[in-house]
């Protein structure tokens, strides 16, 4: 009699981006799978869209070896900080050191070189300073330091590589000698240098007793008067004309070097529109396309922080003001972060003020110079406060902002619940999740964004109606629509046709009423029970 050996077959480990807590995206149209924690991809790209796991292993693309690298490493510190608390709590310190060493790294690094220290045209370079640092007029303007093997010295791939060296000089990108050039070049206004260059350059590295770097001048954009923007005018009391002359005399202020990442600068701008604006910067400054969120009267702007404050093209009005005027109070602005005292515009003594729900929000920012709002003394609301209001973002009042980083990164809306954390989108619900305020500098998650109307609009019932999409044949996959409503989970327009039983469902149709049935169970709704 023989024995017979079984196999033993170990479980199934979890994909890697799972593993670390991330998402599948896609940069532009490269055929590369990259894996992102929240705006940007672990290479540091900006990423175009998401994808989800069904679409990345139909595409049959290679995944980025240096995101694969930056998740590994991720996933064995999660695994750690789930396996003890002590190592949870140190994962959250370098977290916290990480993004702190970033910003102060950003803000030493000089923009131009000590007058003591430059050199003549072809001279070689002294006292520390790089040989040769070369700029590309790309997006992402970059100053970075070459080797002689025509590769940066942060191993980033530089886009334009395609220069050669001719008598010893790059070809191909603006080849700057000394600091002191760059200082002097046409587009010295543009460029910074690569922070990574820096740090792995030793001997770059600036001085001790080197100046601060001024920060880069708020770029200059035709703005709208009064009779060229659409829509109604503000109903606030006018600035005397004398102040409204000084706030749009000069566009070529500076940002102070003291603002940090994650700092909110406030104050209030007298122009043709009095306006309060609030500006935090959410990202670190050397990232570029990294997201700034312009408050104008309560209502948010985007802009764009690529090393000068660029509004983003947009043609919605913002209380009777279009996006064009925001660089004017955005010059003016600089003056205000400089003395911290920011100038209130005149009321007449015969019209009580009135708050809006930028002032309101002061009240949760003790860094800022703000004067509390008086309390209610039984007086009416203003038309005005009652639109601001409806026009609010809100949710419900049973969900919560949910993320791992309480400073910035992608948040979920969700629950806490005596089992852990549970979110709407139905993705992994990380042990490390934990409530937020409102005023942090976060971007919503776009599963939880689209999720949401679903749990506002969509019925109790677990099994909704399946139908197809408009203009597809009988044979094609069958979707979840609303009721009474002609769309379906994923966003597309329902048509009338209704499928076989033997249908396939749409996966994200299918993902959504998943997220939403595993949350109303964890959170015990007795109509999901």
Not at 57 to 81: F, K, M, P, Q, T
Not at 281 to 291: G, L
Not at 396 to 423: K, V, Y
Request: proline letters at 8%.
């Amino acid at each position: 009699m023989t024995a017979t050996a079984t196999a033993i077959t170990p479980p199934a480990e979890a994909p890697l981006y799972r593993r670390a807590e991330t998402r599948l995206a896609v940069i532009g149209k490269g055929k590369r799978i990259h894996y992102s924690a929240n705006d940007h991809s672990l290479c540091g790209k900006a990423i175009t869209r998401y994808t989800d796991t069904e679409e990345a292993v139909g595409l049959d693309y290679e995944h980025c070896g240096g995101c694969i690298r930056v998740a590994e490493e991720r996933a064995n510190s999660i695994s750690l900080a789930g396996a003890s608390q002590l190592m949870a709590a140190l994962h959250d310190v370098v977290d916290t050191v990480e993004i702190v060493d970033a910003g102060r790294a950003t803000a030493e690094a000089p923009a131009e070189d000590d007058p003591a220290k430059a050199t003549e045209d072809g001279a070689p370079a002294a006292d520390g300073d790089p040989a040769e640092w070369c700029g590309t007029h790309s997006r992402f303007n970059f100053l970075h330091r070459f080797t002689d093997d025509l590769h940066a010295v942060c191993n980033r791939r530089i886009r334009s590589l395609d220069c050669a060296r001719k008598n010893g000089v790059l070809v191909g990108h603006e080849s700057l000698r000394t600091r002191a050039d760059i200082a002097g070049s046409e587009h010295a206004d543009l460029y910074t240098f690569c922070p990574r260059c820096l740090a792995k350059a030793g001997s770059s590295a600036p001085a001790a007793d080197a100046e601060p770097a001024e920060a880069p001048a708020i770029d200059t954009i035709p703005t709208a008067t009064a009779e060229d923007a659409p829509g109604p005018e503000v109903d606030a009391p006018e600035a005397p004309a004398e102040d409204a002359d000084d706030d749009t005399q000069e566009n070529t202020d500076t940002l102070p070097a003291t603002i940090r990442p994650g700092d909110l600068v406030e104050g209030v701008v007298a122009s043709s529109h009095p306006r309060t604006i609030r500006v935090r910067v959410d990202r670190e400054p050397w990232k570029i396309n990294s997201r700034c969120t312009v408050l104008c009267d309560g209502r948010g702007i985007d802009a764009v922080y690529t090393h000068t404050l660029r509004l983003a093209a947009d043609d919605a009005e913002v209380d009777g003001a279009t996006p064009a005027d925001v660089p004017v109070a955005l010059a003016a602005l600089s003056r205000i972060a400089s003395t911290q005292t920011p100038a209130t515009p005149a009321t007449p003594a015969d019209e009580p003020p009135t708050d809006t729900p930028a002032e309101a929000a002061d009240d949760r920012q003790p860094e800022c110079d703000s004067t509390p709002a008086p309390a209610d003394q039984g007086t009416e609301p203003q038309p005005q406060d009652a639109a601001e209001d409806d026009d609010a973002p809100a949710f419900p009042a049973d969900l919560i902002r949910l993320s791992i980083n309480r400073r910035s990164g992608t948040f979920h809306l969700g629950a806490m619940t005596e089992h852990g954390p549970a979110i709407i989108c139905g993705g992994y619900r990380s042990p490390s999740l934990a409530p937020i305020g409102d005023d942090t500098a976060h971007s919503m998650c776009p599963t939880c964004d689209r999720s949401l109307a679903l749990y506002l609009l969509a019925s109790s019932d677990l099994e909704p109606e399946r139908r197809l999409s408009e203009g597809t044949k009988s044979s094609a996959i069958a979707h979840y629509v609303f009721p009474d409503e002609g769309q379906t989970y994923c966003g597309k327009a329902a048509g009338d046709s209704t499928p076989g039983k033997k249908a396939r469902v749409c996966s994200k149709c299918d993902g959504h009423r998943a997220g939403l049935i595993a949350f109303r169970a964890a959170t015990g709704d007795a109509d999901a029970a």
